[in-house]
């Protein structure tokens, strides 16, 4: 528990974050509700709010979630062309050659359940 005590302030270097999960990996499988789990759910907090500031994720690009949902759910080319119109403009999307316009977007996310925030953006 002193362990714990002894990262549990702000992350502020890498070596601070290396040492902050290093006592997290050793004291996961503390039980919520007691101290211990307390403090482990305190310095997951700060692990996080660390990474976000360091390591962002950047947002992903629309075609590759396009190709993703579609390797999720074994599609084709074809039956994204019966979404979006035609054989022709689902080729020029997948090419990057035509960007998605807002209906495309919108039957994407209602068709798929491709989240809307990955299909906004430049493609």
Known sequence: MTEILSVLKPIKTNRDYKKSL????????????????????????????????????EAADPIEAIKF??????????????????????SEILNRKRPLTVEMIRALHNKLGVPAESLIGAS
């Open 69 to 90: 949902r579609m390797e999720q759910l074994e599609l084709t080319n074809k039956d994204i062309a019966e979404i979006i119109g035609s054989k022709s403009r689902a």
């Open 22 to 57: 290093a006592v997290f990996e050793k004291h996961f499988d503390a039980k919520p509700g007691t101290q211990e789990g307390d403090f482990v759910y305190v310095l997951s907090v700060l692990i996080e709010q660390y990474e976000e500031e360091h390591f962002p994720i």
